[in-house]
């Protein structure tokens, strides 16, 4: 859990100054602009009942075993309250069991602060503040988000793409499979996808670049596609997963917590299950970002139950969309293509947000190369 080291010989690429300027004109470089001040505790509560938060190998709560909800709800706004305060705590206790990727943010954004992990002997505080859920109003605004990324990138040694280099367009996808031990699928079959994207859908993705490309007048480039392993590695790779990216296309899910590393001109489309098109959490902290965000959205599933037990939807399923959602980790996601595609997505039927995939991918190309010739 400790951060990622520096390269060889304890030296970092440098970052070049189009990528350091919006922080330092924000005053947000944490050893320039925050001060410590002793004394000073946060708090991160257990937020269930009694302080009944239980060991992440027997829990399902949300805040104990979701990263999504963690960071979003928990370490963003403690670490975005710090960067709009210009202040470091002393002593920062998270008072249940905290994830790898929690306890690496903190110590990335809050280098000399003494920090506690889990029921322990309550550190002696003369002041004290606690954090609790709040949904994602407390995430970081369009300029702590700046500060944090620039913080994160500078650590990482990691800087901007040069304006001449070739549009980076890459997918970010999820590990294919079931939903893992805490949502077993049990839909045998060509469906079984982890939510990551389906062949068909990658391939017409493939397939549509080169014309978007010409559009933009951007030069060639490949589709990359990048899978997420298994277990996660360190922030640092983590974030350049999505900092090398002019346009970022990924399914919906807790991975996308590293949006606020996107460049300041990238494009983010999010690729949504059917039964979770309407889900408004990445949209609003892309919105509060001040992030390009598109939305694909996948086509319902087959018409099997859900692909989970009917101990785990009941009997009846209660409704369709619910049940999905509730599976939404045992099917692929099959992005319609255009209004003539078969299905129930919102795209075909022209309802919300969604789109369909070639003016999306279009769009996106455009947006990206519009926005680096603006940097």
């Not at 990924?250 to 001109?265: D, E, F, K, R, T």
Request: charge should be positive; aromatic fraction near 6%.
């Amino acid at each position: 859990d400790r951060p990622a080291q520096p390269r060889a010989g304890g030296e970092m690429a440098p970052a070049t100054l189009s990528a350091l300027l919006p922080a330092l004109l924000l005053g947000a470089i944490a050893r320039d602009t925050r001060t410590s001040d002793p004394g000073l505790c946060w708090t991160v509560p257990c937020p269930y009942q009694k302080d009944a938060c239980l060991p992440r190998a027997t829990s399902k709560q949300r805040f104990v075993i979701n990263i999504g909800h963690q960071t979003l709800e928990l370490t963003y706004p403690m670490i975005s309250t710090s960067f709009t305060e210009y202040v470091v705590p002393e002593i920062i206790w998270w008072q249940y069991d905290a994830l790898p990727l929690t306890r690496e943010l903190l110590a990335y954004a809050f280098p000399t602060a003494r920090l506690y992990f889990g029921t322990t002997d309550a550190p002696r505080c003369l002041k004290t503040r606690s954090f609790r859920p709040q949904g994602t109003r407390g995430t970081f605004t369009a300029a702590t988000g700046k500060a944090f990324r620039a913080l994160v990138w500078r650590r990482c040694g990691i800087s901007s793409r040069p304006p001449s280099a070739p549009l980076r367009v890459r997918i970010i996808d999820r590990p294919r499979g079931g939903g893992g031990s805490k949502n077993p699928c049990r839909l045998p079959g060509p469906h079984v996808g982890g939510r990551s994207l389906s062949n068909a859908t990658i391939a017409a993705l493939r397939s549509h670049l080169p014309a978007a490309l010409r559009s933009a007048g951007a030069a060639k480039a490949p589709l990359e596609v990048v899978r997420l392993p298994e277990r996660p590695d360190s922030l640092c790779d983590q974030v350049r997963r999505y900092a090398e990216a002019d346009v970022l296309i990924s399914p919906h899910g807790a991975h996308l917590v590293h949006i606020p590393q996107l460049s300041p001109s990238a494009v983010f489309i999010e690729v949504t299950p059917w039964a979770a098109a309407h889900q408004p959490a990445y949209a609003a902290v892309a919105a509060r970002l001040r992030l390009k965000r598109l939305q694909l959205c996948s086509l319902r599933p087959p018409d099997e139950r859900s692909g989970k037990t009917e101990e785990q939807c009941g009997r009846e399923g209660g409704t369709v969309r619910g049940c999905l959602y509730a599976a939404m980790n045992c099917f692929e996601l099959a992005v319609v293509r255009d209004k003539s595609d078969q299905g129930t997505s919102h795209c075909a039927t022209g309802q919300g947000r969604c789109q369909c995939l070639e003016p999306t991918l279009r769009q996106a190309v455009a947006l990206a190369q519009e926005g680096r010739g603006s940097a």
